[in-house]
């Protein structure tokens, strides 16, 4: 059974088409890049994956669990972090943890586990204390991937997880993912736009252009396949081959 | 999969109750903004009367015979007033020796005063005022003038009566009438002068709307800015993937909002009851307000609170069913900037029209308005009909109904997130 499976998803807001027949499937225990250029498709994609927005034609399961029909089930199976997003700046990062855990557990131990979790993950300790507005956007950064981390996901989508982040707070949130998903078997989708970071991160690659998938592989398939040292390289050949 | 409701709703709380714009806004606000009134309406009273004391005229008698000389020493041998001899001198020099005494007016008795008095024509008396500003305290010392000048009138009358009808009481002939004010409200007998009970329930009437017309406006920029700026800041987003149903969500918001509205109309209710009582110490201890109906019973603020409690969380929730429609925290203050209107036109009219009055299409339009009610509730209570208490809670409670309903469908599907309505002329 496939973490993610998509087939012909297809979505329109009027008469803009954002997805255009999109199909990729996503393994167990695999963390899988969505790239492309703004506009491409990428959130939109990941919208969908995470029950905000409904294909307007084609279908989505998570672990089998269409997206549509089950999306109550998928909801608690998932654990998405928009891009730019942010916390509630009147309560501290620990009563917003708390708040998380909250709807997972019922168990004040089960919850404190998964706080302690986000702690180890965020590397906020005594700052988790404080009110989230007095946080830089790199710790607010940390505290959302540790709140989505925390549950345990069987899929974690993240949109642009590194976005806007200065090189240590990147580093500390690539090496986070990398970490928690080899050692808890999350599966993971995330877009990005940094193309380096989706080479260190991701096991396969989807490249999105114009709400199509254009091409699809491991960071070493793609390079090879479009003679190109790197991602970023290999992904403006096949851009303006599409 | 948990409802999470209550943990929704204690965030909300939560996160509502640390922002001090709404601590101030809501609670603070109405406890203060009522009391504050009260006491500053009292401190006016209270200080007119004082200046009122303190203002001192200056008397200049020309005539300087017998009459003259007696209503000079009667108006300076007043207590209640501070009337200050000056010796005969040139107008110039009298006017600046006023003014180096701070008075108010310079009275002066004419030549010839005491012998017109005498052969029964009338004394010449000319007052010169010292206007030194244009307010409201220099209008009480001038108002002040005219009692003296009254005073001296009398004085005067009562000089003529000595001479020409010793036997008569000079307080009867100048004051023949002896009036005894009976009002009847509401079916009760008080000895009081009708304008006093009436400026009191005009005071009221205008008062309330003001202060239920600034709260629902407050309370509906704080809900609908909160709600703009989850969505702005994307944990909205974050929310509607997590394993709880939406309708949850809607209902934390609605129940976390009624929660701060609840406690803005607790102090709405307190303020105001203090308010109503600084209104006591205006008038004389023998006049009992409560039994007149002016100083309403526990029921009244029970029904009030509630009235006002039901309005302000229909209020709420179509302020965030417009702000889940905003683009943004500036577009959902605008939306909701709207909604001043229908808040403010009934509040105006009420203030100062009986509504019954109006033409009949205004009248619809204005019982069709939720935020007529609390208005129209809190004068009809004053009048003791609480009918209309009653009337304004059903109504408001099917509104609020009908309004909840649509924001959960709202909130049930992808609109939340994709719907957008911008005030801006599109290109």
């Keep these: 059974m496939y973490a993610v499976e998509a087939e012909d998803l297809t979505k329109s807001f009027g008469s803009v088409v954002a997805l255009s027949g999109v199909n990729f499937k996503v393994d167990q225990r695999e963390i899988y890049g969505l790239i492309g250029p703004n506009g491409a498709g990428k959130t939109t994609t990941l919208r969908i994956v995470a029950t905000l927005i409904k294909p307007t034609s084609g279908t989505a399961r998570i672990l089998g669990n269409d997206v549509v029909r089950d999306a109550s089930i998928v909801r608690g199976l998932i654990s998405y972090l928009p891009e730019e997003a942010g916390a509630y700046k009147n309560i501290s990062g620990i ?32 700052r988790l204390r404080d009110k989230t507005k007095t946080y830089s956007k790199g710790m607010l950064r940390r505290l959302l991937l540790s709140r989505a981390l925390m549950i345990r996901p069987k899929l974690a989508i993240l949109d642009e997880p590194t ?32 193309m380096l970071e989706v080479e260190f991160l991701c096991d396969r690659v989807a490249m999105i252009n114009a709400g199509k998938i254009v091409d699809e592989g491991t960071p070493d398939e ?15 050949k096949v851009a303006h081959v599409a | 999969m948990h409802s999470g409701l209550l943990n929704l709703i204690v965030k909300e709380a939560k996160d509502l109750l640390r922002d001090p714009k709404v601590l101030v806004g809501m609670v603070l606000m109405p406890l203060l903004l009522f009391p504050i ?18 203002v001192k005229i200056c008397i200049m008698d020309l005539d300087e015979r017998t009459l003259s000389q007696t209503l000079v020493e009667v108006l300076a041998n007043n207590r209640n007033i501070t009337v200050i001899p000056i010796e005969k001198r040139p107008l110039d020099e009298a006017v600046a020796e006023t003014e180096r005494l701070n008075g108010t007016a310079l009275i002066i008795l004419e030549q010839g005063f005491s012998q017109n008095l005498t052969a029964m024509n009338r004394g010449g008396v000319t007052a010169y005022a010292l206007i030194k500003r244009l307010d409201v305290s220099e209008s009480n010392k001038m108002s002040v003038l005219n009692s003296i000048l009254r005073l001296a009138s009398t004085a005067a009358t009562a000089l003529i009566l000595e001479q020409a009808a010793p036997t008569a009481d000079p307080s009867v002939v100048t004051n023949p009438i002896s009036i005894s004010y009976q009002t009847i409200y509401r079916e009760k007998l008080v000895s009081m002068n009708p304008s006093a009970i009436i400026g009191i329930v005009i ?17 509906m920029q704080i809900a609908a800015t909160s709600i703009a700026v989850e969505k702005e800041q994307r944990a909205l987003e974050t929310l509607l993937t997590l394993p709880v149903n939406r ?38 201890p023998t006049v009992d307000l409560a039994s007149l109906g002016l100083i309403p019973p526990p029921t009244y603020y029970v029904l009030l609170g509630l009235v006002i409690f039901i309005a302000l969380t229909s209020a709420l929730s179509i302020a965030i069913l417009l702000a889940v429609f905003a683009e943004d ?26 509504i019954a009055t109006l033409p009949m299409a205004v009248q619809v339009v204005l019982y069709a308005i939720p935020f007529t009610y609390p208005v129209l509730s809190a004068q009809a209570g004053l009048s003791g009909d609480f009918n209309i208490m009653l009337i304004s809670i059903a109504y408001l409670t099917i509104f609020t109904v009908v309004v909840l309903y649509f924001a959960g469908r709202v909130f049930a599907t992808e609109k939340i997130l994709t719907a957008r309505f911008s005030l801006r002329r599109r290109r």
């Design chain 2, 329 to 354: 925290v500036r577009g959902a203050q605008s939306l909701v900037g709207y909604l001043t209107i229908p808040i403010l036109v009934p509040g105006l009219f009420l203030m100062f029209t009986d």
């Design chain 1, 163 to 194: 976005g806007g982040l200065d090189v240590v707070h990147a580093h500390h949130i690539r090496n986070s993912i990398r970490e928690y998903t080899k050692i808890h078997d999350v599966s993971v989708i995330l877009s990005s736009h940094n």
């Design chain 2, 247 to 284: 309708v949850s969500i809607l209902g934390s918001k609605l129940i976390a909002s009624a929660v701060i509205a609840g406690a803005g109309s607790v102090a709405y209710i307190i303020g105001f009851r203090y308010y109503m009582e600084s209104f006591m110490t205006q008038l004389p």
């Design chain 1, 95 to 126: 009563e917003y943890l708390n708040f998380m855990a909250g709807f997972y557990t019922k168990d004040q131990k089960e919850a404190g586990e998964m706080i302690q979790e986000a702690s180890r993950i965020s590397g906020l300790a005594e």
């Design chain 1, 222 to 236: 793609l390079k090879k396949k479009h003679g190109a040292s790197n991602l970023e390289e290999a992904f403006v």
């Design chain 2, 37 to 54: 009134m009260g006491s500053a309406i009292s401190i006016s009273m209270q200080s007119a009367q004082e200046q009122a004391r303190y």
């Design chain 2, 203 to 219: 005071s009221q009437g205008t008062t309330l709307p003001v202060i239920v017309m600034v709260i629902f406006i407050f309370a």
